[in-house]
T-cell receptor, first 110, second 114 residues
Framework: LAKTTQPISMDSYEGQEVNITCSHNNIATNDYITWYQQFPSQGPRFIIQGYKTKVTNEVASLFIPADRKSSTLSLPRVSLSDTAVYYCLVGDAWGSTFIFGSGTRLSVKP | DTEVTQTPKHLVMGMTNKKSLKCEQHMGHRAMYWYKQKAKKPPELMFVYSYEKLSINESVPSRFSPECPNSSLLNLHLHALQPEDSALYLC?????????????FGEGSWLTVV
């Protein structure tokens, strides 16, 4: 199982772009990279998933370099409501175990 | 909005009680999970069910007993718990869709053992 490493915390201001990088040096060929957001007292919420290059949806972008040993979650123009813990998970297939790393606690200030 | 429903949202139980946490999903997913999360810590995997069969038990004490009655339901039976078992218990489900595997979480059940 690929282990992930993220910064413990990050601070930002409203309206800024935030980039959170995750390191996963022993990612396997079949592994996908998935990011989750978690607010206090709630279950983690799916943000975005990718395999390689760049993926974009209505809330975020995910950049994955060719070697796939890291990935970067990009949140455009954050607001106070984006204050949360962000987890990067690496996993594969059917019924595989998704192990959470320590996550990144993002604090957005006015 | 999550499509994984957990009940109850809050549960207080004594160390000699027997109680159950319930989880339901109607997304047709065939893998279901239990995670335990302590305050300010990441979720820790407890059990994984695939096609209603227990496939992974992460060395969880026997006072936690999972059950998967059918493909939509997942229970966690609790007996003789300790105060340190107090935590947020998260249920999740997943279905492989064209590659990759996204897990969808419920809102969790807060458990307090007194």
């Amino acid at each position: 199982l690929a282990k992930t490493t993220q910064p413990i915390s990050m601070d930002s201001y409203e309206g800024q772009e935030v980039n959170i990088t995750c390191s996963h040096n022993n990612i396997a060929t079949n592994d996908y990279i998935t990011w989750y957001q978690q607010f206090p007292s709630q279950g983690p919420r799916f943000i975005i998933q990718g395999y390689k290059t760049k993926v974009t949806n209505e809330v975020a972008s995910l950049f994955i370099p060719a070697d796939r040993k890291s990935s970067t979650l990009s949140l455009p123009r954050v607001s106070l409501s984006d204050t949360a813990v962000y987890y990067c998970l690496v996993g594969d297939a059917w019924g595989s175990t998704f192990i959470f790393g320590s996550g990144t606690r993002l604090s957005v200030k006015p | 909005d999550t499509e994984v429903t957990q009940t109850p949202k809050h549960l207080v139980m004594g160390m000699t009680n027997k109680k159950s946490l319930k989880c339901e999903q109607h997304m047709g997913h065939r893998a279901m999970y239990w995670y335990k999360q302590k305050a300010k810590k990441p979720p820790e995997l407890m059990f994984v069910y695939s096609y209603e069969k227990l496939s992974i038990n992460e060395s969880v004490p026997s006072r936690f007993s999972p059950e998967c009655p059918n493909s939509s339901l997942l229970n966690l039976h609790l007996h003789a718990l300790q105060p340190e078992d107090s935590a947020l218990y998260l249920c999740a489900s997943s279905q492989r869709e064209g590659g990759g595997n996204t897990i969808y979480f419920g809102e969790g059940s807060w458990l307090t053992v007194v």
